[in-house]
């Protein structure tokens, strides 16, 4: 396949040479393979920021089970959660992994969210600022706080996961490697959308790297097989 360069990242065209505009396409498939998603699951805004801190490096599964111990103990809402002992806090958090430094982390956020009038006290800032505001907080890096813009604010960022660059780079339409920033503001050039449609797509890409676009790939039957050089490859 052939690659351009934007921005300093290499983006290819998927068989169709036309870059990361291909990716529209991309996701009309996966939507015609999976149905819509209905993301994030959650049942509150603040459910979906702690599950954005609880996912990170580790599986969806972990974090749902301490998600779940966290409900049971009545601590998934603001305010019992900023009144929690960091102590208690990190045992019920403890299947998400790394969870003495969640726990620090729910902690002190839950402490900001409370001072900034809950939630809802950011609603009044532009993406730019909204993003900035979440980037300033401890351990919330440009993934996590592009989570929690798109799913717990309806703000038009596009998620870059390692789902997405891996799918990406074994369709040509990105190196896979690029700078977060880079990869981000070049699909959400090419794609031009909204929140919605953001959202959608990212859980797709989601579901599709689990069923099949996974780091060992299940490739035979994938809906995408045409275009992917990673299938075509002789084994």
């Known amino acids: 396949m052939t690659a351009a360069r934007v921005d300093g990242a290499a983006v290819g065209g998927a068989g169709s040479g036309h870059g990361l505009g291909a990716a ?3 996701c009309a498939r996966l939507l015609a393979a999976y149905g819509p998603q209905h993301w994030w699951p959650a ?12 996912i990170q490096r580790t599986s969806w599964r972990n974090a749902e089970q301490a998600l779940a111990r966290l409900r049971a103990a009545g601590a998934l809402a603001l305010a019992p959660m900023a009144a929690l002992d960091r102590e208690a806090l990190a045992g019920l958090v403890r299947p998400a992994g790394f969870y003495r430094q969640k726990a620090a982390r729910l902690g002190a956020i839950s402490a900001w969210l409370v001072a900034q009038g809950g939630c809802e006290g950011l609603d009044g800032l532009d993406d730019a600022a909204l993003r900035a505001a979440w980037l300033a907080q401890p351990g919330i890096g440009p993934e996590t706080a592009d989570a929690i813009a798109l799913y717990a604010y309806d703000r038009p960022v596009f998620v870059v996961d390692a789902y997405a660059r891996r799918l990406l780079a074994r369709l040509g339409l990105a190196a896979g490697d690029e700078p977060y920033e880079t990869l981000r ?4 050039s090419a794609l031009d959308a909204g929140s919605d449609y953001y959202n959608e797509f990212h859980a797709l890409i989601v579901a599709h790297g689990k069923a099949r676009c996974g780091v060992r790939p299940r490739c035979d039957g994938c809906v995408l097989a045409g275009d992917c050089a990673h299938a075509r490859a002789p084994r």
């Open 185 to 188: 503001a070049a699909l959400e």
């Open 43 to 54: 049942e509150s805004r603040f459910e979906i920021i702690v599950g954005a801190v609880l």
């Open 24 to 26: 529209r396409a991309v």
